[in-house]
């Protein structure tokens, strides 16, 4: 008679520790659900602003914004800065106009913008637009 108890407390405890090895795996895999990589679009975001920046830190590139001119300049730093597993299509434009992308994109499309103001000669403000896309 013993020896069935002990067999019953054997078989709880069995089980016990079965539910907790594997409580112990869903929680595992639960957590390394939400430690996640950032979100693309936070990503692509940064990207843009990086562009944006260097264009903006550029005298040669404001005095083309300025002009109203997209130059080759700022279709290559553009190019040459943003991910290949992007398109992007920049728009320069009044300051307080609108400023949309010209053409319709089947995607999910990222705008960022900085403005130019001056070129320490003359005060024309324009807002530089980059619109981005996944290919």
Known sequence: MVMKNKNGWTSVIEVFVSILLIAGIMVVVVNSNTIQKPK??????????????????????????LNNQLSRGITSTIRNTIPDYLLCEAKICDLNSECILDKTVNKEVYAKSVLITTDMVDYSPKELKLFCWKK
């Open 40 to 65: 693309i679009s936070e990503q692509i975001y940064k990207e843009q602003t990086l562009t944006l920046k260097i264009i903006q830190m550029d005298d040669t590139l404001r005095a083309d914004i």
